[in-house]
């Protein structure tokens, strides 16, 4: 449902689609505006666009090669907040 929602979101609002090439601060702005719309327009009855086929490259995760402070960072969080 949530992937769907995302889905017609991106449909809807096509500069989703790819990567948002500003500051953070400004894709934020973005990002909300379109989601403000988006429920604007769901409130109002307003019909989802077709769905597009799109196919969404995964985008392929760097492998750390030392993750032992990561793990040790890890621990302590989960001791500190957790026990």
Same mark, same amino acid.
């Given at each position: 449902? $949530?992937? &769907? ?9 096509? /500069? ?46 760097? $492998? ?9 960072? &890890? ?7 957790? /026990?």
């Amino acid at each position: 449902m $949530v992937e &769907r929602m995302f889905g017609v979101w991106k449909n809807r609002f096509q /500069s989703l689609r790819n990567t948002l090439r500003f500051e953070p601060r400004r894709c934020c702005k973005v990002i909300i505006a379109t989601a403000v719309l988006h429920n604007y327009l769901k409130q109002h009855n307003c019909p989802d666009p077709p769905m597009e086929e799109q196919n969404d490259p995964d985008v392929p995760m760097p $492998v750390a090669g030392n993750n032992q402070g990561g793990l040790a960072l &890890r621990a302590a969080f989960t001791l500190q907040h957790f /026990s």
